[in-house]
């Protein structure tokens, strides 16, 4: 029963509960981001860019021309898919912004702190720096 009791522990630890917390936030997260990616920003996109869909623009490499990325998978046709790449450092820099305003937004809400002054380190003061010097002044002339 050890192993089990010892288990049970493990996920019990705050650390574990915490990752399994942002796992299912970031879950949620991601659906956020993915349906205002789909839904709003990348229509935006296509309307600057004339309506055009990266996901579908690819290049042959067997010479041939195809009228379309399905066409050229039907005809098992071997295809350097460049749209995808572009959407997806398209979706990337969305999902940054997104994260970017999020945190901004949560930082916003923290309790701001005053800080503390720090204090000088205690030392002699003037008076007694001057009164040692003084004494091994005299020290010396003796």
């Known amino acids: 029963m050890s192993f089990f009791s010892d288990f049970k522990k493990f996920l019990m630890k705050g650390d574990i509960v915490a990752l399994a917390t942002a796992v299912v936030i970031g879950a949620a997260f991601k659906t956020i981001v993915d349906s205002a990616v789909k839904d709003v920003i990348t229509p935006i996109i296509g309307l ?45 820099v969305i999902v940054g ?37 003084r004494d091994e002044l005299k020290k010396q002339n003796t």
């Open 48 to 92: 600057l860019t004339g309506g055009v869909d990266f996901t579908k623009k690819f290049i042959s490499l067997d010479g041939e021309t195809y009228a379309s990325l399905e066409a050229a998978r039907e005809a098992k046709a071997a295809v350097i898919t460049y749209g995808n790449l572009i959407q997806a450092l398209i979706n990337f």
């Open 97 to 133: 912004l997104f994260i970017f305003l999020f945190l901004r937004a949560y930082e916003k809400t923290k309790k701001k702190e005053d800080p503390k002054p720090v204090a000088a380190p205690k030392g002699p003061t003037q008076e007694e720096l001057l009164a040692e010097i």
